[in-house]
């Protein structure tokens, strides 16, 4: 089992930065893929970005891409996601979710385990 909680949501005007963090607690970090999703209102969960369990492998969705960016800090058991030059578009609850698999996944049912989620609101 693993334990997720997200941090760093607000309230961003458009064109600002946002860094997520999610720290995680229970099982070994290191051993978990993770992921970033975002959910807004009347949508359905879609993928934002996704690492593999080491670091070395990146995905993202194509809206996140050239502005977000995924990392990891297996010494201090966190994921982030840098959130550059956003859209109000990009308001949702963002999620982080671990995957018991060592490779890059971008599906929500590849995922295990989730946090309660952290809100992020971008102004026009």
């Known amino acids: 089992q693993v334990q997720l909680v997200e941090s760093g949501g607000g309230l961003v005007q458009a064109g600002g930065s946002l860094r997520l963090s999610c720290a995680t607690s229970?099982?070994?970090?290191?051993?978990?893929?993770m992921g970033w999703f975002r959910q807004a209102p009347g949508k359905d969960r879609e993928f934002v970005a996704a690492?593999?369990?080491?670091?070395?492998?990146?995905y993202y969705a194509d809206s996140g891409k050239g502005r977000f960016t995924i990392s990891r800090d297996n010494g201090k058991n966190t994921l982030y996601l840098q959130m550059n030059s956003l859209k109000p578009e990009d308001t949702a609850v963002y999620y982080c979710?671990?995957?018991?698999?060592?490779?890059?996944?971008?599906?929500?049912?590849?995922?295990?385990?989730w946090g309660q989620g952290t809100q992020v609101t971008v102004s026009s």
């Open positions: 690492i593999s369990w080491i670091g070395g492998n990146t």
């Open positions: 979710a671990a995957a018991d698999t060592i490779l890059v996944v971008t599906t929500a049912p590849d995922y295990a385990y």
């Open positions: 229970g099982r070994t970090f290191s051993s978990y893929a």
